[in-house]
């Protein structure tokens, strides 16, 4: 493009390209990473590719920044204002820049919006910020072009769907990392086009059926899939080797099989997989063809109850939508459908208690799948103020504002955000069970507890959800139980909590649940060794990429071992009671 000589003297002209690129610079964390990574691994083309887009995009920002046409310049101020803001506030939230998995786990968990914009407030405010700067940098006039200059820039008023479509085509050829360290101004919303285009036309498989009943009589009248939220099996304990009061009271009702992997880091993933029948060495295939839990306690006689109590006043849920992974179709096999709604935070775990005990009256076998609340984020909106035992606390000021977080982590400390995670501990686990083990009959009911996920704890650090096969270990760390006071059946499961201690996970879970409902131990070994049987491995797994195959039929593992197992839950005791103790 040929601009008159007199453009370049305007000091218009500089100071949009300054605070252009000022504002790129400023908006492109993972630049420096990816560029670093390509040159450590020497891959001259993609260094080539990589840099060809970038000096590629910023020329399309720059054409963008200085369109004449008001009402276009406006309109990709306002776009690329958005999906800057969208990807900044997401690092600021995690410390990770958003990728195409973030993308797809953000829809299916989008009925949190409300809750989650709750407890990353501040990064909220920062991507507030971003978006004003972004399209004031944009949409301010540009200095006045006239002739073949202003023609061209009318002409190429929409070439920036050029380099999104060319990041979409990346996504699809290469893989879900292929737009990493690109511009961010451009690549977020590459993103959400390859997301929804692959969910709008990826085919959707038939379920199996369940073929054969049960080969032997169910071992409890009532079966119960107790799944917390956001539970670190470290705080299931008060002290070095000492559980939870709850816990220790009614330590003749439960097999503790100490700390498991879950199936994956993610609320979304983990539930499905334990729902859905995953198998870890077919885990795409499995989850979108097995047979469901329910479609199994349906074969087996039991009716089937489903209580959601994560939906409160915070969230964006309609009364009919669903969550992690679950689909109309799947609800048709529940024969009771509960979303706990319009009850505020501290009381959501209590009105599903409620519910369950309900349910537990009936005649019939019944089978129940349970999400609590939990510890869920934001955490000090789970319990009531009587049970703030752990101070200090952030303030109010501290978590009104920006300023109040920045100097809540100024000196690095999480002291003050712990402390509410353990009393939501204190309220939501603790407290829920000393209830639920006095009101709850249990002589002919099995509970089985776990959590979706663990936490990680770390200034400006998401707490789970991390991709990839370095995240934390500890966001696939959960406490793992069997509650019941069939004595036969609960001395069955201490035998197995000895033997199987610290190396369980979850997907031990679903034929476990076969075991219970009474089916052949040919259709449990499908899907891989229940709880019952002597594990040998000391390395587990939890997924931590996409399960469906949106994107990749690759999916992608975080390995823990028993060891570190061990050091990152210090306050559980090496092994697990040997007996089931008497009253």
Same mark, same amino acid.
């Given at each position: 493009?040929?601009?008159?000589?007199?453009?370049?003297?305007?000091?218009?002209?500089?100071?949009?390209?300054?605070?252009?690129?000022?504002?790129?610079?400023?908006?492109?964390?993972?630049?420096?990473?990816?560029?670093?990574?390509?040159?450590?691994?020497?891959?001259?083309?993609?260094?080539?590719?990589?840099?060809?887009?970038?000096?590629?995009?910023?020329?399309?920002?720059?054409?963008?920044?200085?369109?004449?046409?008001?009402?276009?310049?406006?309109?990709?101020?306002?776009?690329?204002?958005?999906?800057?803001?969208?990807?900044?506030?997401?690092?600021?939230?995690?410390?990770?820049?958003?990728?195409?998995?973030?993308?797809?786990?953000?829809?299916?968990?989008?009925?949190?919006?409300?809750?989650?914009?709750?407890?990353?407030?501040?990064?909220?405010?920062?991507?507030?910020?971003?978006?004003?700067?972004?399209?004031?940098?944009?949409?301010?006039?540009?200095?006045?072009?006239?002739?073949?200059?202003?023609?061209?820039?009318?002409?190429?008023?929409?070439?920036?769907?050029?380099?999104?479509?060319?990041?979409?085509?990346?996504?699809?050829?290469?893989?879900?990392?292929?737009?990493?360290?690109?511009?961010?101004?451009?690549?977020?919303?590459?993103?959400?086009?390859?997301?929804?285009?692959?969910?709008?036309?990826?085919?959707?498989?038939?379920?199996?059926?369940?073929?054969?009943?049960?080969?032997?009589?169910?071992?409890?009248?009532?079966?119960?899939?107790?799944?917390?939220?956001?539970?670190?099996?470290?705080?299931?304990?008060?002290?070095?080797?000492?559980?939870?009061?709850?816990?220790?009271?009614?330590?003749?009702?439960?097999?503790?099989?100490?700390?498991?992997?879950?199936?994956?880091?993610?609320?979304?993933?983990?539930?499905?997989?334990?729902?859905?029948?995953?198998?870890?060495?077919?885990?795409?295939?499995?989850?979108?063809?097995?047979?469901?839990?329910?479609?199994?306690?349906?074969?087996?006689?039991?009716?089937?109850?489903?209580?959601?109590?994560?939906?409160?006043?915070?969230?964006?849920?309609?009364?009919?939508?669903?969550?992690?992974?679950?689909?109309?179709?799947?609800?048709?096999?529940?024969?009771?459908?509960?979303?706990?709604?319009?009850?505020?935070?501290?009381?959501?775990?209590?009105?599903?208690?409620?519910?369950?005990?309900?349910?537990?009256?009936?005649?019939?076998?019944?089978?129940?799948?349970?999400?609590?609340?939990?510890?869920?984020?934001?955490?000090?909106?789970?319990?009531?103020?009587?049970?703030?035992?752990?101070?200090?606390?952030?303030?109010?000021?501290?978590?009104?504002?920006?300023?109040?977080?920045?100097?809540?982590?100024?000196?690095?400390?999480?002291?003050?955000?712990?402390?509410?995670?353990?009393?939501? $501990?204190?309220?939501? =686990?603790?407290? *829920?069970?000393?209830?639920?083990?006095?009101? !709850?009959?249990?002589? +002919? &009911?099995?509970?089985?507890?776990?959590?979706?996920?663990?936490?990680?704890?770390?200034?400006?650090?998401?707490?789970?959800?991390?991709?990839?096969?370095?995240?934390?270990?500890?966001?696939?760390?959960?406490?793992?139980?069997?509650?019941?006071?069939?004595?036969?059946?609960?001395?069955?499961?201490?035998?197995?909590?000895?033997?199987?201690?610290?190396?369980?996970?979850?997907?031990?879970?679903?034929?476990?649940?076969?075991?219970?409902?009474?089916?052949?131990?040919?259709?449990?070994?499908?899907?891989?060794?229940?709880?019952?049987?002597? $594990?040998?491995?000391? =390395?587990?797994? *939890?997924?931590?990429?996409?399960?469906?195959? !949106?994107?990749?039929? +690759? &999916?992608?593992?975080?390995?823990?071992?028993?060891?570190?197992?061990?050091?990152?839950?210090?306050?559980?005791?090496?092994?697990?009671?040997?007996?089931?103790?008497?009253?």
């Amino acid at each position: 493009m040929s601009l008159s000589n007199s453009i370049f003297y305007s000091a218009r002209f500089w100071l949009k390209v300054a605070t252009l690129l000022v504002f790129v610079l400023f908006t492109n964390q993972g630049f420096n990473f990816r560029l670093e990574y390509l040159i450590e691994t020497n891959n001259t083309t993609t260094i080539i590719v990589f840099a060809f887009l970038w000096l590629f995009s910023l020329l399309i920002l720059l054409l963008v920044t200085f369109q004449q046409n008001t009402l276009i310049r406006l309109f990709w101020a306002l776009v690329i204002a958005a999906t800057t803001a969208v990807s900044y506030g997401f690092y600021a939230a995690g410390g990770s820049e958003l990728e195409v998995l973030d993308v797809l786990e953000l829809w299916q968990a989008r009925h949190e919006t409300g809750r989650a914009f709750e407890h990353f407030h501040h990064a909220v405010i920062k991507a507030g910020i971003v978006a004003f700067i972004g399209f004031v940098v944009i949409a301010y006039p540009p200095p006045k072009l006239t002739g073949r200059a202003r023609t061209l820039l009318t002409a190429f008023a929409w070439l920036p769907i050029v380099p999104l479509l060319m990041f979409v085509a990346l996504i699809f050829i290469k893989s879900d990392r292929a737009v990493a360290g690109l511009p961010q101004q451009l690549s977020p919303i590459s993103i959400a086009t390859a997301v929804g285009y692959k969910l709008s036309v990826q085919e959707i498989p038939k379920r199996k059926m369940v073929e054969d009943k049960p080969k032997y009589a169910a071992k409890v009248k009532h079966l119960v899939y107790l799944v917390d939220e956001s539970i670190n099996p470290d705080y299931v304990y008060t002290s070095k080797g000492k559980l939870l009061d709850s816990f220790m009271q009614n330590q003749d009702k439960i097999a503790n099989f100490g700390t498991a992997v879950s199936g994956s880091n993610c609320s979304a993933r983990s539930n499905a997989i334990l729902r859905l029948g995953a198998t870890r060495d077919n885990l795409i295939e499995s989850v979108r063809t097995s047979p469901t839990i329910w479609q199994y306690a349906k074969k087996a006689g039991f009716r089937t109850v489903y209580i959601d109590s994560q939906a409160s006043e915070k969230t964006v849920t309609k009364p009919n939508d669903f969550q992690n992974y679950m689909t109309s179709e799947e609800a048709k096999l529940i024969d009771k459908f509960y979303k706990v709604k319009n009850v505020e935070g501290p009381d959501l775990d209590y009105r599903l208690l409620e519910i369950m005990e309900e349910e537990l009256q009936s005649d019939k076998p019944t089978f129940i799948y349970a999400n609590k609340n939990g510890a869920h984020f934001p955490y000090d909106d789970n319990y009531p103020k009587s049970a703030e035992i752990y101070l200090p606390v952030p303030t109010g000021e501290e978590n009104s504002g920006l300023d109040g977080l920045m100097e809540l982590y100024a000196d690095g400390s999480m002291e003050p955000v712990i402390n509410t995670y353990k009393n939501s $501990i204190y309220w939501t =686990v603790d407290k *829920f069970f000393e209830k639920l083990f006095d009101e !709850v009959d249990l002589s +002919d &009911t099995a509970i089985i507890y776990t959590s979706d996920h663990g936490q990680y704890f770390e200034p400006s650090s998401t707490t789970h959800c991390t991709s990839g096969e370095n995240a934390p270990a500890t966001e696939g760390l959960v406490p793992l139980m069997v509650m019941t006071d069939k004595k036969p059946l609960l001395s069955n499961f201490v035998e197995s909590a000895a033997t199987n201690y610290n190396r369980t996970d979850q997907f031990s879970l679903f034929p476990t649940v076969l075991d219970l409902l009474g089916y052949s131990e040919e259709l449990q070994n499908q899907y891989g060794p229940d709880l019952l049987d002597p $594990i040998l491995n000391n =390395v587990s797994a *939890f997924n931590t990429g996409d399960i469906l195959g !949106v994107i990749s039929k +690759d &999916t992608v593992w975080r390995e823990v071992s028993q060891q570190e197992r061990i050091q990152l839950v210090p306050n559980a005791p090496l092994q697990a009671p040997l007996k089931v103790q008497a009253h």
